[in-house]
T-cell receptor, first 113, second 114 residues
Framework: AQSVTQLDSHVSVSEGTPVLLRCNYS??????LFWYVQHPNKGLQLLLK??????LVKGINGFEAEFKKSETSFHLTKPSAHMSDAAEYFC???????????FGAGTTVTVRA | DARVTQTPRHKVTEMGQEVTMRCQPI?????VFWYRQTMMQGLELLAY????????DSGMPKDRFSAEMPDATLATLKIQPSEPRDSAVYFC????????????FGSGTQLSVL
């Protein structure tokens, strides 16, 4: 069975500074990994996904994540935070092409002006 | 833009009442999911449909919850009778059978059971 641990429940950054959201996973087989973002009172939106292709994955809105099998990590980064990045971020894992997704507990990002 | 539509957006009801939540998946999507989001439990899968057939409802309390897809354009989640512990945000999502592709989530139904 797969699981996800998001190492930070809350991250606060200044606008224009880098953002790092940490995620570790466990999976029996080859995992598929996703990052979703949830803005207040909205549904979840896919930022990016890893499905056994390139280990550095680029997503929308300037985010990217690197799959590191040796560290079982899939950390999300953005070089320069924008006020609109304030939201909750979920790291998600599934066994390759399985419908069951395991969601992390979420990391709330606040961006200071 | 194609999107998943959920109604109602908010529902306040009293304990014991029936609650029905509706979801219109994206046209052409053949998988539909119901998730529940709470502070304590995070996001939990309640039910999964493929081609309108329920393939997994193991996450759903069977005594009070039921999920159906009367047709390809409508999915429903009913709670009868509702209880205060059912208060949560309920999300519907739809996608294809390629689960490496993304799910499209609706904006959710915020349910408060008093």
């Amino acid at each position: 069975a797969q699981s996800v641990t998001q190492l930070d429940s809350h991250v606060s950054v200044s606008e224009g500074t880098p953002v790092l959201l940490r995620c570790n996973y466990s999976s029996s087989y080859s995992p598929s990994l996703f990052w979703y973002v949830q803005h207040p009172n909205k549904g979840l939106q896919l930022l990016l996904k890893y499905t056994s292709a390139a280990t550095l994955v680029k997503g929308i809105n300037g985010f990217e994540a690197e799959f590191k099998k040796s560290e079982t990590s899939f950390h999300l980064t953005k070089p320069s935070a924008h006020m609109s990045d304030a939201a909750e971020y979920f790291c998600v894992v599934s066994e390759a092409n399985d419908y069951k997704l395991s969601f992390g507990a979420g990391t709330t990002v606040t961006v200071r002006a | 833009d194609a999107r998943v539509t959920q109604t109602p957006r908010h529902k306040v009801t009293e304990m014991g009442q029936e609650v029905t939540m509706r979801c219109q998946p994206i046209l052409g999507h053949n998988t539909v999911f119901w998730y529940r989001q709470t502070m304590m439990q995070g996001l939990e899968l309640l039910a999964y449909f493929r081609n309108r057939a329920p393939l997994d409802d193991s996450g759903m309390p069977k005594d009070r919850f039921s999920a159906e897809m009367p047709d390809a354009t409508l999915a429903t989640l009913k709670i009868q009778p509702s209880e205060p512990r059912d208060s949560a945000v309920y999300f519907c999502a739809s996608g294809s059978t390629d689960f490496n592709e993304k799910l499209f989530f609706g904006s959710g139904t915020q349910l408060s059971v008093l």
